[in-house]
């Protein structure tokens, strides 16, 4: 079992994303996962108020609950305030930077409001990449929070290593990823990745320049890790 440990973090990433202050408590591993192989970032190293615990659910109606960067939608959790304790990153890319936010999230309706939840869904996006014949048959798949996103980032070169020939990272290419964290009714936010400064910032959720690599989180599987730490 391979890990990766990386504690410093470039400061125009706390400008992007505002992460927590204790940030040195994440790692990445190369672990198979229900007879597939996975790169999987643990956040357990950080300060109980930094991460989530393993009875905290980040998904409702097959997507990430909707939240906005410090608040939930309509009086949902927060989820983007603290990184969950373990997360499972999909091993490729859905789309080629030609989605849109509401396909990435497996949805119908514009989203282009502060609800709660969405109103229909669609086999879509992070919902179609877990369904049956889809890449990631088997498992619940969601589009990643901001604070997600940003861990990606950080661990995109040992992602790479693990995902060999479908990298987040690629050279000469600039890959817009969609997080599922929203900024008011009609924008959400993004995490550019490519050779050199990391870029993030906010788009109309309608522009269909953008793609998802999903993440999973299987509380079972973290109950049981969790136990084993105790």
Request: aromatic share 12%.
């Amino acid at each position: 079992m391979k890990s990766f440990k990386i504690y410093p973090i470039l400061w125009i990433v706390l400008f992007c994303l505002g992460f927590p202050s204790e940030v040195s408590g994440q790692y990445i591993r190369k672990e198979t996962v229900g007879g597939k192989t996975y790169a999987v970032i643990y956040a357990d190293g950080l300060a109980g108020a930094a991460q989530w615990g393993t009875g905290i659910k980040m998904m409702r109606n097959g997507t990430t609950i909707r939240h906005q960067v410090s608040k939930g939608n309509s009086g949902n959790l927060a989820v983007n305030d603290r990184i969950p304790f373990r997360f499972i990153v999909a091993t490729e890319d859905v789309g080629n930077n030609d989605r849109n936010w509401m396909t990435m999230q497996g949805v119908n309706d514009g989203g282009n409001n502060e609800n709660s939840d969405f109103a229909t869904t669609a086999n879509t996006g992070c919902r179609w990449y877990g369904a049956t014949g889809s890449p990631g048959a088997g498992r619940k798949w969601r589009v990643p929070t901001q604070r997600e996103l940003q861990l990606m980032w950080m661990f995109r070169e040992p992602i790479g290593l693990v995902y060999k020939d479908k990298p987040m990272e690629e050279p000469g290419k600039t890959k817009r990823y969609w997080s599922s964290t929203e900024k008011g009714t009609d924008q959400a936010w993004f995490f550019e990745f490519a050779p050199g400064m990391p870029y993030c910032d906010t788009q109309a959720k309608s522009m269909a320049n953008g793609m998802v690599r999903c993440v999973s989180w299987n509380l079972q599987i973290n109950l049981l890790l969790n136990n084993m730490k105790q």
